[in-house]
């Protein structure tokens, strides 16, 4: 099942370059921002795959952080594509220049993590769900159809991020705690939310072995608290390395108690805020992440009403009843709990704290949203219930997947 998997994810990256660089050469670029950064006047093939977020993860890649706005993105991805810029597709640099050979490797980086996190999902679900073969493959093709598409194919950090999300995951479900930290440590040099997953270790740790009266919980507290600063790590170095760089220029955030450049350029620069994005003109943006929102609030709905002791008294009050041992490799599985609790955690801050209509392509590193749809694809087209809902999101996926291809490579706006 996991090559098929592969095959699966693997064939939706073909139809999405392709589609992609068709767009492109037929409806042109609304923007000649990549063209000039690239300084090509004439239809390129990799055009289409630089916008956006992208122009800057490109600059970053070639030039490093001349400005401080840019330390909004984070290195890694630019780090990397450096790498193999300069490595396995250093012979290409010649015909084609610097610039297009780091572009071409930000391109490959997302798309290989893109096949290798479909993967990664199926193989996180099946660990959380041994005898639930089905969710997990539908969970992985939900993933495929993410409706991103074109974002997930591009000089962006959201393959990347999947991939070291979904990994970590399956270590920290198998307990590989140490493993855990130090991969998502390296997903915090990719996108800032992954020290969110420190949360995993105070839940696995502290609070259920607290719950459970265990006499270990001082040393279990201490272990918890070196696994954070692990996850935390690839963030609090690039804070410092901003520190070291655009501090000699006497910035305001400097002085401080704690010179956080990120939230300052959050700020500043893209005015993030809490509930700063609630005015009359950010409605369109709202309809455009309502989808994402309304199947989560329903997934979250779903799982709770379930047992909503157990959600709601954070596991302390349990009864299983023999229903649910029956469901223990289904959707409401007590394993998915923790899962839930993040979905919860980034669905309030995605609505009140960003601008929501990220939460598109935010989402595509978050299981249960996947765990969700699975569910009630299985239940519609398997078990004949809630066909509407099943046709709809399968119907939002293709679609918005679609129109988003055109949208993107056409360089108009969702971003």
Not at 313 to 337: H, M, Q, V, W
Request: hydrophobic share 50%; glycine share 4%; proline share 5%.
């Amino acid at each position: 099942m996991l090559r098929h998997i592969y095959q699966f994810a693997a064939t939706s990256r073909l139809i999405t370059i392709v589609l992609g660089v068709l767009s492109y050469f037929i409806a042109g670029s609304y923007d000649s921002s990549a063209e000039i950064q690239l300084e090509s006047s004439s239809h390129h093939p990799l055009l289409p795959f630089l916008r956006w977020d992208g122009l800057y993860f490109l600059d970053i890649a070639e030039h490093g952080y001349v400005y401080e706005q840019a330390t909004a993105f984070f290195p890694g991805v630019p780090f990397m594509s450096r790498v193999l810029a300069y490595t396995v597709y250093l012979p290409l640099q010649t015909y084609i220049g610097l610039r297009h050979t780091l572009l071409l490797s930000g391109i490959t980086l997302s798309n290989v993590s893109f096949v290798l996190a479909a993967g990664a999902l199926y193989k996180l679900t099946l660990t959380l769900l041994p005898n639930n073969k089905r969710l997990s493959a539908l969970s992985a093709i939900a993933f495929c159809l993410s409706p991103p598409a074109m974002f997930m194919s591009s000089f962006y950090t959201e393959s990347m991020f999947a991939l070291l999300t979904f990994t970590g995951m399956r270590w920290m479900a198998e307990k590989r705690h140490f493993q855990a930290a130090l991969l998502w440590g390296l997903a915090s040099a990719v996108r800032s939310n992954a020290v969110v997953y420190c949360g995993f270790f105070a839940y696995d740790l502290v609070w259920i072995p607290l719950i459970k009266k265990h006499k270990s919980l001082v040393t279990n507290v201490v272990k918890a608290l070196v696994y954070s600063l692990l996850v935390c790590s690839g963030f609090i170095v690039f804070q410092y390395y901003a520190y070291t760089v655009f501090c000699v220029l006497d910035r305001p955030w400097c002085s401080n108690r704690i010179p956080l450049l990120y939230s300052f350029v959050q700020k500043e620069y893209w005015d993030v805020g809490f509930m700063k994005y609630y005015q009359i003109k950010e409605i369109p943006n709202f309809l455009l992440a309502s989808p994402i929102i309304v199947i989560s609030i329903l997934g979250l709905k779903t799982f709770i009403e379930h047992n909503p002791t157990r959600f709601l008294s954070i596991g302390t009050l349990n009864s299983p009843t023999d229903e649910d041992k029956l469901e223990e490799s289904s959707y409401f599985s007590d394993s998915l709990a923790v899962y839930m609790y993040l979905w919860c955690f980034l669905l309030f801050y995605s609505m009140t704290s960003m601008h929501v209509q990220v939460i598109i392509r935010f989402f595509t590193s978050l299981p249960p949203f996947y765990w969700y749809i699975a569910y009630l694809w299985d239940e519609g087209y398997r078990n004949g219930k809630n066909i509407g809902k099943a046709n709809m999101t399968l119907g939002y996926f293709v679609l918005y997947g679609l129109v988003s291809i055109v949208l993107f490579s056409s360089f108009l706006p969702p971003a």
